[in-house]
Nanobody
Framework: QVQLRESGGGSVQPGGSLRLSCAASEYIYRRTYMGWFRQAPGKERERVAAIHTAGVSTLYADSVKGRFTISLDNAVNTVYLQMNSLKPEDTAMYYC????????????????WGQGTQVTVSS
């Protein structure tokens, strides 16, 4: 049973935009906190953004502040990551995650993870 399903990845030129989507099961969506992480080849997984599913608060990694926006659509249990002004260093596999505890999510120790969607930024 798929709990989190990411989509929207692809290839884009530097300066371009992509929007990632993460569709969650009702059970997972009610876990309260959802976020995006990424992992480039040969590098550790890093956090990107997180949000409370009530839309009350958001968190962003310094490397994406001002360029990426995390948002929700509660009607379809989906979290989005709008990525603008993409750079080659944004190239990575992007993962959606969910947990009931924000600190656990932000530490990369979330209870639920998706399979990932690849983002490639290259000219």
């Amino acid at each position: 049973q798929v709990q989190l399903r990411e989509s929207g990845g692809g290839s884009v030129q530097p300066g371009g935009s992509l929007r990632l989507s993460c569709a969650a099961s009702e059970y997972i969506y009610r876990r309260t906190y959802m976020g995006w992480f990424r992992q480039a080849p040969g590098k550790e997984r890093e956090r990107v953004a997180a949000i409370h599913t009530a839309g009350v608060s958001t968190l962003y990694a310094d490397s994406v502040k001002g360029r990426f926006t995390i948002s929700l659509d509660n009607a379809v249990n989906t979290v989005y990551l709008q990525m603008n002004s993409l750079k080659p260093e944004d190239t990575a596999m992007y993962y959606c995650a969910a947990d009931s505890v924000s600190s656990r999510l932000w530490a990369g120790q979330a209870s639920y993870w998706g399979q990932g969607t690849q983002v490639t930024v290259s000219s």
